[in-house]
């Protein structure tokens, strides 16, 4: 089982940034993928930005809702994958989880691939 630590959460006004961290308690190279998800007020959880953490296979994918505006990341020295949030809108606020996968980049954004999670930070943005 692998421990995610999610932190960077918080309140923000439209427009803004925020970026959300992620420590895994294995090495992040060997998690195969990352992700981050949110869960919006009256919502079921949605996947918005994935990452091949993986150093043979490169690849990341975004949700249509936060692309442009969203980047997702790791640093492996420091073994923690970020998520940079800009353009923030008053819509993205919600929970928001880190989750990771060591099965093959299939559906990266689907919730049923991830079996590991982490307890959720929360971001508010306010008009």
């Known amino acids: 089982q692998v421990q995610l630590v999610e932190s960077g959460g918080g309140s923000v006004q439209a427009g803004g940034s925020l970026r959300l961290s992620c420590s895994p308690s294995?090495?992040?190279?060997?998690?195969?993928?990352m992700a981050w998800f949110r869960q919006r007020p009256g919502q079921g959880r949605e996947g918005i930005a994935a990452?091949?953490?993986?150093?043979?296979?490169?690849?990341?994918t975004y949700a249509d809702s936060v692309k442009g505006r969203f980047t997702i990341s790791q640093d492996t020295a420091k073994n923690t994958l970020y998520l940079q949030m800009d353009g923030l809108k008053p819509e993205d606020t919600g929970l928001y989880y880190c989750?990771?996968?060591?099965?093959?980049?299939?559906?990266?954004?689907?919730?049923?691939?991830?079996?590991?999670w982490g307890q959720g930070t929360q971001v508010t943005v306010s008009s």
């Open positions: 989750a990771s996968s060591g099965g093959n980049w299939y559906l990266p954004l689907n919730v049923n691939e991830y079996n590991n």
């Open positions: 294995l090495i992040i190279s060997r998690l195969n993928h």
């Open positions: 990452l091949s953490t993986t150093p043979e296979f490169v690849a990341s």
